[in-house]
T-cell receptor, first 118, second 109 residues
Framework: GAVVSQHPSWVICKSGTSVKIECRSL??????MFWYRQFPKQSLMLMAT?????????EQGVEKDKFLINHASLTLSTLTVTSAHPEDSSFYIC??????????????FGPGTRLTVL | DAKTTQPPSMDCAEGRAANLPCNHS???????VYWYRQIHSQGPQYIIH???NNETNEMASLIITEDRKSSTLILPHATLRDTAVYYC??????????FGSGTKLNVKP
């Protein structure tokens, strides 16, 4: 159980276009979802936290107008990279927290989405 | 603001125990220590977590010092598939994970 999926697994787009990445919790309801970015040979960097039905909370230095996050249901969160530029090329990973009684802070991670902006 | 310090890399012979240390000297009394690992180009995988007591599951053991300022993840019989980057994370408020740089474990035949 506790599976998180992401779609697409990879995407290539032209500079200036917008890209949407989906994160789904397949077998549990995710009260909180998180979005991370990872550049090559670096660690994961937390971008934002989203709770179902409310606005996302962004980490310092992350542009909320550029990285639009929507958490419309307990099983789906989306990250839209608006007006993408080559420097936005990265590995984007989501995670979900079920908020259950046991190990309730554990985060289940998706497989990641590799974005390449030409 | 990861609050953890780990060696950048370690080697381990296949079949031997791998002991991965982590320093979290500024940990607060109610903050959990979590361990995840990331195999190349995949999402992180949960390994184990603990608060004060030592923990063991089917994957690993977690030894936390009495003062909670450091911990050690033990993989009892490392295999080649255990080659990965291992992250020690102190859980902060609001369930947020701030990843440090991790330890690259190289399991060698």
């Amino acid at each position: 159980g506790a599976v998180v999926s992401q779609h697409p697994s990879w995407v290539i787009c032209k500079s200036g276009t917008s890209v949407k990445i989906e994160c789904r919790s397949l077998d549990f309801q995710a009260t909180t979802m998180f979005w991370y970015r990872q550049f090559p040979k670096q660690s994961l960097m937390l971008m934002a936290t989203s709770n179902e039905g409310s606005k996302a909370t962004y980490e310092q230095g992350v542009e909320k107008d550029k990285f639009l996050i929507n958490h419309a249901s307990l099983t789906l969160s989306t990250l839209t990279v608006t007006s993408a530029h080559p420097e936005d090329s990265s590995f984007y990973i989501c995670s979900a927290n079920s908020g259950g009684a046991d190990r309730d802070n554990e985060q289940f991670f998706g497989p990641g989405t590799r974005l390449t902006v030409l | 603001d990861a609050k953890t310090t780990q060696p950048p890399s370690m080697d381990c012979a296949e079949g031997r125990a791998a002991n991965l240390p982590c320093n979290h000297s500024t940990i607060s009394g109610n903050e959990y220590v979590y361990w995840y690992r990331q195999i190349h180009s995949q999402g992180p995988q949960y390994i184990i977590h603990g608060l004060k007591n030592n923990e063991t599951n089917e994957m690993a053991s977690l030894i936390i010092t009495e003062d909670r300022k450091s911990s050690t993840l033990i993989l009892p019989h490392a295999t080649l598939r255990d080659t990965a980057v291992y992250y020690c994370i102190v859980l902060r408020n609001f369930n947020k994970f701030y990843f440090g740089s991790g330890t690259k474990l190289n399991v060698k035949p």
